[in-house]
């Protein structure tokens, strides 16, 4: 039975560069969620999907970023132009319905140089 | 502005010990609230939960236990064994909204 697959597990790029984060969620969840990870800050939500709808993109920190839910299998998460600040662990989550506990990928760790 | 709070970075706790972790919130209208485990290079994974219509949840080894009036809660793991050691995450969500808000986490280390 298949997690929440996250792409890539690593990211080294240089500053100014497009990044891309991909993220499979368990078949047959309806919410998806992208959250970032920082030692300050812990794990805060960027955006989350209701059937590859966007519900909440208050937590996108600036308008260098941006998501996508293309279909129900598939979401990205896109850096443009990306900063050494954006470096953390990013995280994508599934759940089945309504406040039913998220099921989170192993990550993607980006360092921007 | 930290809505919810883990104020110890780091515990450590002896095997078969009891682990006790700690969080606070500071948003009157969080309902619901989450523990969420992680090991190096993975994911968080759900452990346990608590409505705040309840004060105290149990499953196995894991209770957690809700103080509204304080706005605090906490995990307890009785015994504490190897394999929990992990970074703990407590989240908070508001309203039956699918939003959490989580700490910064605790990293519990049992030693043998």
């Known amino acids: 039975d298949a997690g929440v697959i996250q792409s890539p597990r690593h990211e080294v790029t240089e500053m100014g560069q497009e990044v891309t984060l991909r993220c499979k969620p368990i078949s047959g969840h309806d919410y998806l969620f992208w959250y970032r990870q920082t030692m300050m800050r812990g794990l805060e939500l960027l955006i989350y999907?209701?059937?590859?709808?966007?519900?909440?993109d208050s937590g996108m920190p600036e308008d260098r970023f941006s998501a996508k839910m293309p279909n129900a299998s598939f979401s990205t998460l896109k850096i443009q132009p990306s900063e050494p600040r954006d470096s953390a662990v990013y995280f994508c989550?599934?759940?089945?319905?309504?406040?039913?506990?998220?099921?989170f990928g192993d990550g993607t760790r980006l360092s921007i140089l | 502005d930290q809505q919810v709070k883990q104020n110890s970075p780091s515990l450590s706790v002896q095997e078969g010990r009891i682990s006790i972790l700690n969080c606070d919130y500071t948003n009157s209208m969080f309902d619901y609230f989450l523990w969420y485990k992680k090991y190096p290079a993975e994911g968080p994974t759900f452990l346990i939960s608590?409505?705040?219509?309840?004060d105290k949840n149990e499953d196995g080894r894991f209770t957690v236990f809700l103080n509204k009036s304080a706005k605090h809660l906490s995990l307890h793991i009785v015994p504490s064994q190897p394999g929990d050691s992990a970074v703990y995450f407590c989240a908070a969500r508001a309203g039956g909204g699918n939003k959490l808000t989580f700490g910064t986490g605790t990293q519990l280390k049992v030693e043998l």
């Open positions: 989550a599934s759940s089945l319905r309504s406040n039913q506990p998220q099921h």
């Open positions: 999907f209701n059937n590859n709808v966007p519900i909440d």
């Open positions: 608590i409505s705040s219509i309840k």
